[in-house]
Every structure is written in C-alpha cells, then in structure tokens.
C-alpha cells in the first residue's frame, strides 16, 4: 500500500508560478510510475503530467512546455512546477501512483493507477 499526500496548493495570479509536492509513505515509490491529475468543477479528472521509474515524462498538451514533473527517489516525492499559470488551470490537483503496468501509455489514463491522494486545490485568478 502507498499512500499519498499533496501539498502546494493555493491562490496564485495568472502567470505566476506554484510548486505542488506529492509525499508519498507506506513503501518506496523508486519502482513506481507516478502521475498528476486535475479536475476543475462541472468537469472530469483529466491527465496532466506522469512520469515512469525510468524517468521518462509525458505531459498533456495543455501544460507542455509550461509544467514539469520530477521525482526524488530518496525523499520518497514527486513535484509538479507549475509556471506561466492561466485561469483555465485551475482544478484540484491529486497525484498518483502504480507499480505494474503494461505500457507508458497508458500512464495518461487515470484508470492506469492504483493509488491517490486527497488532492490539492490550484486556484488561478486573472
């Protein structure tokens, strides 16, 4: 069992920047693929970020070039550094995690993920 808890949240102009942290316990997450997500209200959880124990990245087109995902192994987290903020990101923002999978692809997938946290909320004013 893993469990996750996200941190970082907040108000933030657009533009601005946010860092979200996701801690994660109960077992290390080095072989674990990791991933964020968000849903904005009225609306469903859509991918933003994941990445593989291989470090690979996979990004939603919407926050490519402007987010990154990175984790460290040793300190057991994931984070996501969110920069040039819009209105249109604001969502709750949750992390996750699997350990068996069949292809990167379907990292992109919330179906893919065995574990999540609570969430976080990201509110962009304009």
Known sequence: ??????????LVQAGGSLRLSCAASGRAISDHAMGWFRQAPGKEREFVAAMSPSFSTYYADSVKGRFTISRDNAKNTVTLQMNSLKPED??????????????????RS???????????????SS
Do not use: F, H, I, M
């Not at 469990?3 to 949240?9: F, M």
């Not at 969502?91 to 990292?107: E, G, K, M, Q, T």
């Not at 919330?110 to 609570?118: H, I």
């Open 110 to 124: 919330s179906a893919a993920y065995d574990y999540w946290g609570q969430g976080t909320q990201v509110t962009v």
């Open 1 to 10: 069992q893993v469990q996750l808890v996200e941190s970082g949240g907040g």
């Open 90 to 107: 604001t969502a709750v923002y949750s992390c996750a995690a699997v350990r068996v999978y069949n292809s990167d692809y379907l990292l």
